[in-house]
């Protein structure tokens, strides 16, 4: 049973960092890339980092480019988002996603306000 949880949000103010954690385990973790998303309220989900399995290659939504850094440990079958400088436009659900799958975590809350 495939199982994706994500934890590590929480409220921080203007110009902090957070770094949500997504740990994974009922499919080979290390073998799919994975994938953060965000969802603000009444917006769409959208994708915003991934870091592959070859290199940990990793690519970037221009909002967030600069900003934030996605890594892995595949030993812990875990996946981080390191998120630096927040601005209340971060604010939303985050959701990690590996690809190409249909799997997806319940997300966690990320609240940038002063």
């Known amino acids: 049973q495939v199982k994706i949880v994500e934890s590590g949000g929480g409220l921080v103010q203007p110009g902090g960092s957070l770094t949500p954690s997504c740990t994974a385990s009922g499919y080979p973790f290390s073998d799919f890339a994975m994938a953060w998303y965000r969802q603000a309220p009444g917006k769409e989900r959208v994708g915003i980092a991934t870091i592959g399995t070859i290199r940990d290659l990793q690519t970037y939504d221009e909002s967030v480019k600069g900003r934030f850094t996605a890594s892995r440990d595949n030993a812990k079958n875990t996946a981080y988002l390191q998120m630096n400088n927040l601005q209340p436009e971060d604010t939303a659900v985050y959701l990690c996603?590996?690809?190409?799958?249909?799997?997806w975590g319940q997300g966690t809350q990320v609240t940038v306000s002063a």
């Open positions: 996603h590996p690809r190409p799958t249909n799997f």
